[in-house]
């Protein structure tokens, strides 16, 4: 999902780009003789006129006639000064208004990133709110696109973790009253500060799941959640990923809930790569991939669930090379890998358990060459199509108690 972002040599679309006076007075001039003369001459081979007779005397009308010919000219040729000089004054206009909405933005940026770096978590969620706002109403994509920036940074940034609970001293008695207090302190600044974060994740997927060239809509964005912790609920049920890029490589999923039930993922580029699934629920339920790049490549799925059920797989690419199952729940069933290429290729199964029942397999589109099945469940009994690109070499013989295959799949014994 790869966006076209303007280079900053570029000018913007608002910029005021204007040709000077005399060279678009000429330009002007001449592309008015020019459709004069071609409606001049239009109208005489429509009338059918073959010659103009030359020998007939100058009389006082046609005098006349040439005379007011003459005025109409000049106030032709007045009316295209006025309307260059009107058009000139428009573009002037315009430029200045998008300047001044940039120097507003600004300002009010600034101020937004202040309130983020303050002290207080409550003036910290003001600058989160302050900063959604400004990409809402930016005056173009790259300010925009820097209001979204910010806010991923902000999830980047390194934070202190949960405290827990106040343990009690070695003899069973329980701590003094001011360590007691500092701990609250601590656990009510940790509770805070995961506030504002959350309410960033949310504020993302309300943004994503906006139809694409509506006001408020983030769709075609950029957006880097590399190595953020995913804690709380990022929902982007019904979005459409058709440009930008999202990154969520190694980010780790602990708890709490992303949703891509009904998104669409037509086009770019959506990456998990290194990611970790610990605990957290993630669903792709009823997602469509048809024409994107997914990278789930090195991811580890250790424990919780994620679901891909109902998903369909078409003209897309797929990436779980090198991917561990160790512990988590993963459901492909009733999915459709009817084209493109999704890859388990190198991928290790050793704990958890891994569900295709329901699926459809056509053609090669999937692969296993070279996967582990050390562990854990896999259900492949129940799909239908012909077996996946490299399984049945990867299961080898005899087949692990823990993957389950279909009959009609299983070697024949003579």
Known sequence: ?????????????????????????????????????????????LLDFQEIDNTKKLDAKTLFDLVKLSFGVVAGAGALVALVVAYRRQRVDEAGAHRDATRLHTERFSQAVDKLGSDSPAVRLGGVHALAGLADDAPDDDLRQTCIDVLCAYLRLPFSPDPGDLPTLPDGTPPPEERRDAHQDKKNRYLALREVRHTILRLIGEHYRIPKGTHRSWQECNLDLTGVTIDGVMDFTGATFSGGDVHFDGATFSGGSVR????????????????????????????????????????????????????????????????????????????????????????????????????TFSGGSVHFDDARFCGGHVYLDGTTGPAPSGLLEAVGTPIPTEVHLRPDWLPVIT
Do not use: K, Q
């Open 260 to 359: 891509f039930d009904g998104a669409t993922f037509s086009g770019g580029s959506v990456h998990f790569s290194v990611a970790t699934f610990s605990g957290s629920s993630v669903r792709f339920t009823g997602a469509t991939f048809s024409g994107s790049d997914v990278h789930f490549v090195g991811t580890n799925f250790s424990s919780g669930h994620v679901l891909f059920t109902g998903t369909t797989f078409s003209n897309s690419s797929v990436d779980l090379f090198a991917a561990r199952f160790s512990g988590s729940d993963v459901y492909f069933g009733n999915t459709r890998f009817s084209g493109g290429s999704v890859r388990f290729m190198t991928t290790t199964f050793s704990g958890g358990s891994v569900h295709f029942h329901g699926a």
């Open 1 to 45: 999902m790869t966006v076209t972002r303007r280079s900053p040599s570029v000018p913007n679309d608002r910029e005021l780009r204007l040709w000077r006076v005399g060279r678009a007075l000429t330009l002007s001039f001449f592309v008015a003789v020019l459709v004069a003369g071609c409606i001049f001459m239009g109208l005489v081979y």
